[in-house]
């Protein structure tokens, strides 16, 4: 079986320019959730993905984006970067709800 | 929304004591879990537990939902078990995780 991964593993941007990262869900998984997490703080839900469709999202501005893939695979897109977007960013998979296991993130900074 | 809180925030043992660390929610959920957060920032699954009782090693916890607490209990602890820990619950109309703030351990040889 296997299991969550992210890419990249870190990721040093400018303020203003675009990133996307990067996420393969656990086998079997058809849905995806995107966290962020700053620093000293606990992961806050962005969106879920479901079968390739939004599902929820949490306190983000549209510039926070995303897209899942038929085989289940996802990507968050982040335009105009802000500062305050450098954070470690965290995806989970699970069999819609249920219980969900964690990629090792990745850890963007903006300049 | 649902408001999470864990406490303490901050636990400092010494190798071999035992800790119990506690979550509240402010409203029903669907999904509890426990995550162990390492210093490379992987999340690792503890306990999915949202209702009951579960052992795992020196770790258990018991989810007592209609009072809207859990607890994760370890024993015996070991520098290895330092790290932050968290848990996260799926409210009933929600299809997202909430996490808590977090309770920091820190176990001294």
């Known amino acids: 079986e296997t299991g969550v991964t992210q890419s990249p593993t870190h990721l040093i941007k400018t303020r203003g320019q675009q990133v996307t990262l990067r996420c393969s869900s656990q086998s079997g998984h058809n849905t995806v959730s995107w966290y962020q997490q700053a620093l000293g703080q606990g992961p806050q839900f962005i969106f879920q993905?479901?079968?390739?469709?939004?599902?929820g999202r949490g306190n983000f501005p549209p510039r926070f984006s995303g897209l899942q893939f038929p085989n289940y695979s996802s990507e968050l897109n982040v335009n105009a970067l802000e500062l305050d977007d450098s954070a470690l960013y965290l995806c989970?998979?699970?069999?819609?709800?249920?219980?969900?296991?964690f990629g090792p993130g990745t850890r963007l900074t903006v300049l | 929304g649902i408001q999470v809180e864990q406490s303490p925030p901050d636990l400092i043992l010494q190798e071999g004591a035992n800790s119990t660390l506690r979550c509240n929610f402010s409203?029903?959920?669907?999904?509890l879990q426990w995550f162990h957060q390492n210093p490379w920032g992987q999340l690792i699954n503890l306990f999915y537990?949202?209702?009951g009782t579960k052992q795992n090693g020196r770790l258990s916890a018991t989810t007592v939902a209609t009072e809207r607490y859990s607890l994760l209990y370890i024993s015996s602890s070991q520098t290895t078990d330092s790290g932050v820990y968290f848990c996260a619950v799926e409210t009933l109309y929600g299809q997202n995780f909430v996490f808590g703030p977090g309770t920091r351990l820190s176990v001294l040889p």
């Open positions: 537990i949202p209702s």
């Open positions: 993905y479901y079968r390739e469709e939004e599902n």
């Open positions: 409203d029903s959920v669907n999904n």
């Open positions: 989970a998979s699970s069999l819609y709800t249920g219980q969900q296991f």
